[in-house]
C-alpha cells in the first residue's frame, strides 16, 4: 500500500491520520476474520505491515526531534 518514500512526505498530522485510519480498518478486519466473512485475508498483514511502517516513521522523528533539543 504504502511505501515508506510516500509516508515521508506527509506531515505529522497526515500520519496520524493515516494511523487512525488503518487501525480501524484493522479492527474491521478482525471482525470480519471472526465471523468468517473475510474476503482478502492477505489484507490484513498489509494494513499491518503499514502501522509498522507509519509507527517506525513517528519513533525516527520523535527521536530526531530529541537530538536537537
Do not use: C, W, Y
Amino acid at each position: 500500500m504504502s511505501k515508506i518514500e510516500d509516508l515521508r512526505q506527509k506531515s505529522d498530522d497526515q500520519l496520524d491520520e493515516e494511523l487512525t485510519s488503518l487501525k480501524r480498518e484493522q479492527f474491521n478486519l478482525r471482525f470480519q476474520a471472526a465471523t468468517n466473512q473475510l474476503e482478502a485475508p492477505a489484507r490484513i498483514r498489509e494494513v499491518r505491515r503499514s502501522i509498522a511502517k507509519i509507527k517506525t516513521l513517528q519513533g525516527e522523528r520523535a527521536r530526531a526531534a530529541a537530538a536537537k533539543a
